[in-house]
């Protein structure tokens, strides 16, 4: 198992990563999944975002009633 180094930049922590773990981009998402903090590459674009995969949650609805607006009373 690879080690990284974490240490303080301003009022911001860092973390420098191995040469192994070299990220071939700008930005990346972050976040925790149980005990893990979890780095991968943002996408640039959509077209990007879904080619990798990525989908709604189970529970999104796969159709969205549209509505018409209701009558109301003039004010």
């Given at each position: ?22 990220i ?52």
């Amino acid at each position: 198992m690879a080690k990284a180094r974490v240490f303080r930049s301003g009022n911001s922590q860092a973390v420098r990563l191995p040469k192994e773990f070299h990220i071939e981009a700008n930005e990346v998402d972050i976040f925790k999944r149980g005990g893990d903090i979890i780095l991968r590459p943002r996408p640039q674009s959509w077209k990007e975002y879904f080619s990798q995969g990525r989908r709604f949650t189970d529970d999104y609805p796969d159709r969205i009633e549209d509505y018409s607006p209701e009558e109301r009373d003039e004010m």
